[in-house]
């Protein structure tokens, strides 16, 4: 369906939506007044969000699960393949300076209505991605049903809005191959609940040492140093701050496959910012269906219905 644009040629921003082209062709520039956060950065080897230096959190930490990030997952002379392949079909405008082609079903979103329409399958070059996904224990039941390719570019002025993936139609796994340039993907909670910090001067340990402290609800304990002094109080080693002040920094390598499961799915919100498009950049996204589309769901036979296109490798943009 094409979208309808409220700008100029070329932009494919509605709503509060808007890119540089609009912007640019005298729109209203929505300011958008966003509160202080603390920026913290997720450390794919330790599983944590680290405060970055600039931040007055530097040095505390907490744990960020649901991501599963692998660098390299396709070589140079693939990505230069599988970008021209995309780039011989035609790129459609999309919201906020971004362009689109699309590889799924018709659904609305707001009436949970779906059906086939002119889904006739994901791209044939995708099947060596998902064959090389399923390497990995994570992603070997993973059978997507929807490819979304995004076209980012800082001329336009690119970006996606913190957001939520659908939870009616999409399943729990969220896997995105990032192309062309490195980027950064935002993640944000606007939970007025509190989260609990650790200070990397606590360092876990397993002995009965006498300076310890819990970090975890589980009672994990963590040897604390002469920094910490934790021998006075335990509280020198934990800090509450609200889920809404936080951003937490995802950076994601060129050409690099992430996956987005559990809390980083349902609990946090992702996002890319105007100011992390730094050249061009592709992103292949690939959903899964929800738990209703699939077997015992009440909607199986639909969701076999989409599976079996989705997986035939025959399709073209919709």
């Not at 062709?25 to 600039?54: I, N």
Request: with cysteine; aromatic share 10%; charged share 25%.
């Amino acid at each position: 369906m094409a979208v309808q644009s409220n700008g100029p040629p070329g932009c494919g921003c509605k709503g509060i939506r808007s890119c540089l082209l609009c912007e640019r062709g005298g729109m209203e520039a929505f300011a958008k007044c966003q509160r202080r956060k603390y920026r913290f950065t997720f450390h794919p080897t330790l599983g944590l969000a680290v405060g970055d230096d600039s931040s007055s959190l530097n040095g505390w930490t907490f744990p960020f699960p649901g991501v599963f990030l692998l660098d390299e997952f396709v070589n140079e002379e693939e990505e230069t393949k599988l970008v021209n392949l995309m780039d011989s079909d035609e790129w459609k405008p999309s919201q906020s300076g971004r362009k689109k082609q699309d590889y799924g079903p018709k659904v609305n979103f707001k009436k949970h209505k779906l059906k086939v329409g002119s889904f006739s399958g994901l791209p044939s070059f995708s099947r060596l991605l998902l064959n090389r996904m399923m390497r990995y224990p994570l992603l070997k039941s993973f059978l997507p049903v929807e490819q979304c390719n995004l076209d980012y570019r800082p001329e336009r002025g690119s970006a996606i809005d913190s957001h939520f993936d659908d939870w009616w139609l999409w399943g729990e796994r969220l896997v995105s191959l990032n192309l062309l340039s490195e980027t950064i993907l935002s993640m944000s909670c606007d939970s007025d609940d509190l989260i609990q910090l650790h200070h990397q001067s606590c360092d876990p340990v397993t002995d009965n040492s006498d300076s310890l402290c819990n970090f975890h609800a589980d009672d994990t304990q963590f040897l604390c140093t002469d920094n910490c002094s934790v021998k006075s109080t335990s509280d020198n080693c934990q800090r509450h701050v609200p889920y809404k002040d936080i951003e937490v920094a995802i950076h994601l390598p060129r050409r690099s496959l992430i996956a987005l499961y559990g809390d980083a799915r349902y609990k946090w919100k992702h996002g890319i910012n105007r100011e992390d498009i730094k050249s061009r950049r592709i992103c292949s996204t690939f959903r899964e269906l929800s738990e209703e589309f699939s077997h015992g769901g009440n909607q199986e036979a639909l969701g076999t219905e989409l599976l079996d296109l989705a997986l035939s490798f025959q399709g073209v943009p919709v």
